[in-house]
């Protein structure tokens, strides 16, 4: 017996909603980022899911460009909170508040 | 017995996604993502999609947490607060939990998705995904390789110190 597709998408689901409080609640911006990473990767759980219970390759092949963004993403924004970190010594985001006013 | 696997493995993967968002130490944290990647992956071998869970486990398991650890060993953050509970976050958080039991409430109710192909094949082979690649989605291919190289440049950009001239 295999699980339902009503199964994926509500672990999915939970994993984006987790990595979503995660967003939202860390101050920590690594963490935030890897609570960003989470959400993605239920993103892809959901497509990759549908796509094979459906029959077709179209969210597989979708989930390749997904992977590949995800690791520029990952390089472009840990680059810039290191360039953030040497200007400013902190990574908390209730310190990083200069284009507020 | 598809069955045990994936309850065994969604349990995992949820437990390991609430400590990469509740652990208190970042290396934890990542630590944790590792895990639920791992996770991840078993859940996409259940799915038959055996060559994605392999580069999940390539690309973010190997390389993007690797990144993230080496970032949070070089910086050393330690104290401040570690969770802001204030009055917008509190309330966007309460908001997507509530979209979310709506949701879900949705899909328990009279969520009927389509009836699903049985799931019996092997799995789609490697030159099916070769073909689509190079038929379909030519184009994002293209876009996605001057992505790649495009994010190469500005982590170099960022990365490089400049003095007060603009010199490197």
Same mark, same amino acid.
């Given at each position: 017996m295999h699980p339902s597709l009503e199964s994926y998408v509500l672990l999915s689901a939970l994993l984006f909603v987790i990595g979503f409080f995660g967003v939202l609640l860390r101050s920590n911006t690594l963490?935030?980022?890897?609570? /960003?990473?989470l959400m993605l990767v239920a993103a892809t759980l959901a497509l990759v899911a549908f796509s094979?219970?459906?029959g077709t390759i179209d969210g597989d092949v979708f989930v390749f460009f997904i992977l590949t963004v995800a690791a520029a993403e990952v390089a472009v924004g840990l680059a810039i909170i290191?360039? /953030?970190f040497r200007r400013k010594q902190t990574i908390l985001v209730s310190d990083l508040d200069s284009l507020k006013n | 017995m598809s069955q045990i696997l994936f309850t065994l493995f969604s349990l995992f993967t949820v437990v390991c996604a609430v400590g990469v968002v509740?652990?208190?130490n970042a290396v934890n944290g990542a630590m944790c993502l590792l895990l639920c990647l791992a996770g991840v992956a078993g859940l996409f071998v259940q799915l038959h999609a055996y060559l994605l869970a392999f580069l999940l486990l390539l690309v973010y398991a190997g390389a993007v947490v690797a990144l993230f650890l080496f970032i949070i060993m070089l910086?050393?953050?330690?104290?401040g607060r570690a969770w802001r509970f204030q009055g917008l976050q509190l309330a966007a958080a309460l908001v997507g939990l509530g979209l979310?039991?709506?949701g879900l409430n949705l899909l328990a109710v009279r969520g009927r998705l389509p009836a699903p192909v049985p799931v019996v094949s092997a799995g789609a082979p490697l030159k099916n995904y070769a073909y689509q690649l190079f038929t379909t989605y030519l184009l994002p291919v293209q876009v996605i390789g001057f992505l790649l190289l495009i994010a190469m440049l500005g982590v170099i950009v960022l990365s490089k110190r400049f003095d007060a001239k603009g010199e490197a």
């Open positions: 963490v935030i980022y890897m609570s /960003l990473e094979q219970y459906n290191v360039a /953030l | 509740a652990s208190k910086l050393d953050t330690q104290g979310l039991l709506a």
